[in-house]
């Protein structure tokens, strides 16, 4: 588990560290679109932990499915996780866009075009 923590985690705090380090820098436009990478994870962080942890959590409290003689929990809450684990799968592709547009920014600097 703190292989995963320090994945889940480390992105966020490696992205803020390169908004910051950018800004720094004076390239604004880079680190603009590292925040929004920043803002859009923070985003995706607080469904997981707000919505899907604690439903994963009741789904994990009835147990072997085999041996659960209710399952009607699995139903009740089936819509509300699809529907937050796409909204979660589409604001990290979104956060991965903006960094990939960093990187696209970052290299015309490197070449000497103005971001």
């Known amino acids: 588990m703190p292989h995963f923590a320090l994945v889940f ?4 705090a490696v992205t803020v560290a390169v908004a910051a380090i950018e800004y720094r820098k004076g390239r ?9 990478a920043a803002a859009l994870y923070v985003v995706a962080l607080a469904v997981t932990f707000a919505v899907n942890i604690p439903l ?3 789904l994990a409290a009835i147990g072997d499915p085999a041996r ?4 009607s929990v699995v ?5 509300v996780w699809e529907t937050t684990n796409i909204m979660r799968t589409l604001l990290c592709t979104a956060a991965l866009g903006c960094l990939a ?10 070449a000497g075009v103005p971001d």
């Open 9 to 12: 985690l480390g992105a966020l």
């Open 28 to 36: 604004r436009t880079v680190a603009l679109w590292a925040g929004v």
């Open 56 to 58: 994963n959590n009741e």
């Open 68 to 71: 659960a003689g209710d399952l």
């Open 75 to 79: 139903d009740r809450f089936k819509e």
């Open 101 to 110: 547009h960093c990187l696209k920014l970052h290299g015309r600097g490197a």
